[in-house]
C-alpha cells in the first residue's frame, strides 16, 4: 500500500493574501518558499510532482480557502527519502508524528500514515507525540 504524500498547498486569493498564506504555512511548519500564483490561488509546493505517480494526485480541502494536493510517490521513492528532501534533519525528526485536526478532534498519524490515536486535545496529541519518542529512544 503506497502513502499519500502532501504536494502542494493551495489557497484562495479570496479568502488569503500572500503574506497572510505564508503566515499559515510557517505557523504549521510548512514550506513556503517555492510560490505559483495564479489569478485565483497561491500554490505553495511542498515537492516536486515529478515525484509522483501521475494519475494519483487528490484535491482534499482542509480549511475554507485552503486545500492540499496529495499523491502517491513514484515506486522507489521511500518516506525516508521524501522527509529527507522537504525538511532539514530537526524537522526530520519532528516529522516522525504529525498531528491534524479531523473534525472536532486531533488525530495522530505516524509518518507512515498509520493512526497513533484520537485526541480531545492539541496538547493532548503533543504530549501522547512526546511519550511515543521517548519510549522509541529508549534502549
Given amino acids: 500500500m503506497s502513502l499519500m504524500v502532501l504536494q502542494s498547498l493551495v489557497f484562495e ?12 504555512l510557517k505557523t504549521y511548519k510548512f514550506n513556503h518558499n517555492t510560490v505559483t500564483e ?4 497561491f500554490r505553495f509546493r511542498q515537492m516536486s510532482p515529478f515525484d509522483f505517480d501521475e494519475n494519483t494526485f ?20 521511500s518516506t525516508e527519502e521524501w522527509i529527507a528532501r522537504t525538511s532539514n534533519a530537526n524537522e526530520a525528526y519532528q516529522a516522525s508524528a ?14 507512515k500514515g498509520k493512526r497513533l490515536g484520537v485526541f480531545s486535545s492539541k496538547d493532548a496529541a503533543m504530549r501522547r507525540e512526546r511519550q511515543i519518542n521517548y519510549f522509541k529512544h529508549i534502549k
Fill in 13 to 24: 486569493k479570496e479568502k488569503f493574501t500572500k503574506e497572510s498564506a505564508t503566515e499559515w
Fill in 38 to 41: 495564479t489569478d485565483d490561488f
Fill in 58 to 77: 487528490r484535491a482534499v480541502k482542509i480549511k475554507s480557502g485552503i486545500t492540499s494536493v496529495m499523491g502517491k510517490l513514484k515506486k522507489g521513492t
Fill in 98 to 111: 504529525i498531528i491534524r485536526k479531523v473534525k472536532d478532534k486531533w488525530v495522530l498519524y505516524s509518518h
